[in-house]
């Protein structure tokens, strides 16, 4: 029975490559690109509308449509589109937000590490920019716009502050509940789950945490080496996480229900995070301080129990 389904479905495959073979060819489909060009093409020169100044922004920003000055054409338009009550204008002003040079840190693909610490020691007080776009993202995603949660779940997965890990999980649940079952929308998923399961009381971000886990890892398995005379423990597993307050915490003055207290500028805590090590507890000190731009530095070592 399915040896004669796999050959109708290869006769029909088939009789399908000869009909085209035959058919006249259909002319090629527009690639996204030229849709969206076209799309662009459409828009009006003074929109009126919430949904069509967002669309303008995009268009904008994407170097479609010529602007004498891009970032703040689209940004203007952004903000016009949010103000009307427009979620896609929330998504548009964090857009342009991260696509302004004066907001970035990658060059050539890589970590500058001159110009994460310009953004890093950015006051507070200068970040007005900043709050908006993370606000508005969090309006557009309260809204149900997808792209604006998948983003703003990536946001929390990147950013330090307590409890990040448990909003990843919750928007990747909900977009995943909505039909979006992309891999990034999964990943996501996937390692709030993991850090959820593994170490609830932590106040890392999930970035943070997973880079922080395979220092913690080498510095175990060495331990485990030199208390057991050479021997090896290949998979220690994370047994338990404790965590002290945070020290002079200061967070962005975020008060958007999606988005308050979501970011850590500065502050430093404390955490503990015992392993199993083949039957033995290894415990490790790890210590946390947030780094000014969302991320946090760590460093572990072998709790002696001082």
């Keep these: 029975m399915r040896a004669a389904r796999v050959l109708a479905l290869a006769c029909l495959s088939l009789l399908c490559a ?38 303008r922004s995009e268009c904008v920003l994407a170097g479609v449509l010529p602007s004498p000055n891009r970032l703040a054409e689209a940004r203007g338009l952004a903000r016009a589109a949010l103000q009307a009550g427009e979620p896609s204008g929330g998504l548009m002003l964090y857009l342009v937000f991260q696509a302004d040079p004066a907001n970035q840190f990658l060059k050539d693909g890589k970590v500058d590490p001159a110009a994460y610490q310009r953004l890093a020691a950015r006051p507070i007080a200068e970040r007005k920019d900043q709050v908006e776009a993370i606000e508005a993202l969090g309006f557009a995603a309260g809204r149900s716009q997808l792209p604006a949660a998948v983003l703003l779940a990536g946001y929390f997965h990147d950013t330090v502050a307590p409890g990040n890990f448990h909003r990843v999980g919750a928007l990747a649940a909900l977009v995943i509940r909505n039909g979006e079952h992309g891999p990034v929308v999964e990943r996501l998923a996937r390692e709030a789950d993991a850090v959820a399961q593994a170490a609830p009381q932590t106040k890392a971000s999930i970035r943070g945490f997973f880079e922080t886990y395979g220092q913690a890892l080498a510095i175990v398995k060495a331990t485990y080496q030199q208390r057991s005379g050479g021997n090896s ?31 850590l500028v500065h502050g430093q805590w404390t955490e503990v995070w015992t392993f199993d090590a083949c039957g033995q507890d290894v415990p490790l000190k ?15 070592s072998y709790d002696k129990g001082d």
Excluded: H
Excluded at 239 to 252: F, N
């Design 286 to 300: 790890v210590g946390f301080a947030a780094d000014g731009w969302g991320g946090a530095v760590s460093t572990v």
């Design 18 to 55: 000869a009909a085209r073979a035959q058919a006249p060819a259909a002319p090629p489909r527009p690639t996204p690109q030229e849709d969206f060009r076209r799309l662009c093409a459409t828009v009006s020169m003074n929109p009126i509308d919430g949904r069509e100044m967002a669309r």
């Design 233 to 263: 423990c290949q998979q220690p597993q994370l047994k338990s996480v404790t965590s002290g307050d945070i020290r002079g915490a200061e967070y962005l003055p975020l008060t958007g229900n999606m988005v308050k207290d979501s970011y």
